[in-house]
T-cell receptor, first 115, second 114 residues
Framework: DGGITQSPKYLFRKEGQNVTLSCEQNLNHDAMYWYRQDPGQGLRLIYYSQIVNDFQKGDIAEGYSVSREKKESFPLTVTSAQKNPTAFYLC??????????????FGPGTRLTVL | AQSVTQLDSQVPVFEEAPVELRCNYSSSVSVYLFWYVQYPNQGLQLLLKYLSGSTLVKGINGFEAEFNKSQTSFHLRKPSVHISDTAEYFCAVSDRSGYSTLTFGKGTMLLVSP
């Protein structure tokens, strides 16, 4: 089945530790995205990548880092510089096709709790 | 840049009653509009989208939405809700470049009770 996988579903870390969230897609999509979701805040864009080896900051990139070494994979690292990392993290992907609509497909999410 | 306002954070409704979830957007350019649904602890699923053409858009699970350009609105409606419609609903907007990211509203929690 084609889709987006995020692992793990639940993740616990101690304050001050970096943690990496996994996102893999087998949809052959060019673009991938990371969102953060907090209660009552909707989804806010952290980083996105439209092509391998290139990525752009979203609205709330501070304290996060990403890499895009392979088309299928877009891992997100939550660093110790992120002041309030506890949240639900969603990964998405889409085709990139200028001038056309590109639906974003979402993974099931990872809930990160920093203790 | 675009912005989205979902006017209600929670909408309680009884089963089989009609419901409307409100969404207004702001943009200096023409946009695409979307409604997504999120069940607890899951990712988002696309309900429906407005790209062009008819302003009344039908989606999955019996939902529909109407694009009103003059009022910059894209309200979601369902004539008769089920318990299983209990979820959070997000309105989103993007520009028409094809390279744009999505801007989401803060969400509306639909609570359906028997």
């Amino acid at each position: 089945d084609g889709g987006i996988t995020q692992s793990p579903k639940y993740l616990f870390r101690k304050e001050g530790q970096n943690v990496t969230l996994s996102c893999e897609q087998n949809l052959n999509h060019d673009a991938m995205y990371w969102y953060r979701q907090d209660p009552g805040q909707g989804l806010r864009l952290i980083y996105y990548s439209q092509i391998v080896n290139d990525f752009q900051k979203g609205d709330i990139a501070e304290g996060y880092s990403v890499s895009r070494e392979k088309k299928e994979s877009f891992p997100l690292t939550v660093t110790s510089a992120q002041k309030n990392p506890t949240a639900f993290y969603l990964c998405a992907s889409s085709i990139v096709w200028g001038g056309h609509y590109n639906e974003q497909f979402f993974g099931p999410g990872t809930r990160l709790t920093v203790l | 840049a675009q912005s989205v306002t979902q006017l209600d954070s929670q909408v309680p409704v009884f089963e089989e009653a009609p419901v409307e979830l409100r969404c207004n957007y702001s943009s200096s350019v023409s946009v695409y509009l979307f409604w997504y649904v999120q069940y607890p602890n899951q990712g988002l699923q696309l309900l429906l989208k407005y790209l062009s053409g008819s302003t009344l858009v039908k989606g999955i699970n019996g939902f529909e939405a109407e694009f009103n350009k003059s009022q910059t609105s894209f309200h979601l409606r369902k004539p008769s809700v089920h318990i299983s419609d209990t979820a959070e609903y997000f309105c989103a907007v993007s520009d028409r470049s094809g390279y744009s990211t999505l801007t989401f509203g803060k969400g509306t929690m639909l609570l359906v009770s028997p």
